[in-house]
């Protein structure tokens, strides 16, 4: 009798285990260090093109016109991820802008725009909340250089330095205009892949 119900209990516990297993998706979540749960679609296998990507940067900013852009795709765990770069020169300094549609390989660059829990001495880090998107700027009194890394809608990577001696050069939320995160939104998801 001792055995019969031990095997019942075992068998029920089986069964239970089993039916507790998620279903399988095409997606794959990542713990932020913020705690923040981000489920990320990994079945995405390439980024929007990036002449399509390339339309988002802003063509002036401050007077200055954008350089001409380098753009190009690498592949990264099978999927091809897109990038442009466009450049501004101003008398005092100058800008540079980085997009980059990591599609289903986020998971790979994900922890870069989470606010750094150790940041470097002298550095001064404010967090960045955008329309559809998160990351961080770290700026350096010392070198006259703010960084900023930004998530736009779980994928697309922006990344800015600004680099210059006036004042404004260290203005977060001046240079955060720059982040074209609602084109950067209506750009993949108006774009088929």
Not at 30 to 43: A, G, L, P, R
Not at 117 to 146: D, V
């Given at each position: ?52 990507l390339k339309e988002c940067l802003p063509t002036t900013f401050r007077g200055a016109e954008k350089l001409p ?125």
């Amino acid at each position: 009798m001792y055995n019969h119900t031990l095997i019942v209990l075992l068998i029920v516990g089986c069964v239970s285990c089993i039916n507790k297993q998620p279903e399988q998706t095409n997606g794959q979540e990542f713990q932020t260090q913020q705690d923040e749960m981000v489920s990320i679609d990994t079945s995405l296998s390439e980024g929007i093109s990036p002449s399509i990507l390339k339309e988002c940067l802003p063509t002036t900013f401050r007077g200055a016109e954008k350089l001409p852009s380098s753009s190009g795709s690498v592949i990264i765990e099978g999927v091809k991820v897109s990038k442009t770069t466009g450049e501004y020169i101003f008398p005092g300094g100058t800008i540079t802008i980085t997009l980059a549609d990591y599609a289903g390989a986020v998971g790979t660059v994900l922890y870069r725009y989470d606010l750094p829990k150790n940041p470097e001495t002298g550095m001064e880090i404010q967090a960045i909340t955008l329309p559809n998107g998160y990351g961080y700027s770290r700026y350096s009194p010392n070198e006259s250089t703010l960084h900023m890394y930004c998530l736009i809608n779980k994928r697309v990577a922006a990344e800015i330095i600004a680099n210059g001696t006036d004042t404004w050069f260290s203005d977060q939320t001046l240079i955060s205009s720059l982040i074209p995160s609602d084109c950067i939104v209506k750009k993949i998801t108006s774009t088929k892949q």
